[in-house]
């Protein structure tokens, strides 16, 4: 199989930092006077950075913009990625034999793509890409936009680039665009794996074992 390029995701896949994004809009929402349930996060976790701000302004009467809600975000978690999110297992191994293998990588990701550089850098896996793209600029994982403005700025086609991912929604929509996926294991979808592993051409739970 020719596989040409590999486009990562970043939160539950290249790090395991799902965390944030399960408490970050409970402390958002309580921080402009929203009473948020614990577990608000599942409601967001197919839509955009803009479509969620959104959302919330609207669902919990925020007096505020949409513009400050992912400014007000963005504060909340740039200093985890600067500072303590884990990697996700055999992220160093996998990449580094992709580079070995003349495979271009980029990060596909709904987070700032400033974000996932400063956390790349800090693991020090950042040489490995030639660039990072945000769904910020390319809307959410339910459209296939993001992947296909990465393929393009890789060169490869879909079929030769393979993406991984561990949301299944955005799985679902690499696939439908012609795309090669690897689901990857993250505890934070543990209801949604069975359904991955089958949509997937591959399945890990250790980044280090992916073979093409």
């Not at 992220?91 to 996932?116: H, M, N, V």
């Not at 400063?118 to 890409?129: D, I, Q």
């Not at 890789?154 to 993406?163: F, N």
Request: proline share 5%.
């Amino acid at each position: 199989m020719n596989i040409r390029g590999a486009i990562f995701d970043l939160d539950g896949t290249l790090t395991d930092s799902m965390y944030i994004w399960q408490k970050a809009p409970v402390d958002l929402v309580r921080r402009y006077g929203g009473d948020p349930p614990e577990d608000l996060a599942r409601d967001l976790k197919e839509m955009g950075r803009r479509e969620a701000a959104e959302y919330l302004r609207s669902r919990f009467s925020l007096s505020t913009t949409p513009e400050e809600l992912m400014d007000t975000l963005n504060d909340l978690v740039t200093e985890e990625y600067r500072s303590r999110v884990p990697m996700k297992p055999g992220a160093d191994r996998l990449l580094a034999r992709l580079a070995d293998s003349g495979i271009s990588c980029c990060i596909a990701t709904a987070s700032e793509a400033f974000q996932a550089r400063s956390a790349m850098e800090r693991l020090g896996l950042w040489p490995h890409f030639r660039f990072a793209v945000s769904c910020v600029q390319y809307g959410g994982k339910t459209r296939p936009d993001i992947y296909l403005e990465a393929a393009r700025r890789l060169g490869t086609a879909p079929a030769e680039t393979v993406v991984f991912e561990d949301a299944l929604h955005a799985a679902r929509t690499a696939h439908e665009a012609g795309f090669r996926v690897c689901g990857v294991w993250d505890a934070s979808a543990e209801e949604d794996q069975a359904a991955l592993k089958a949509l997937a051409d591959w399945y890990v739970r250790d980044l280090g074992d992916w073979v093409p």
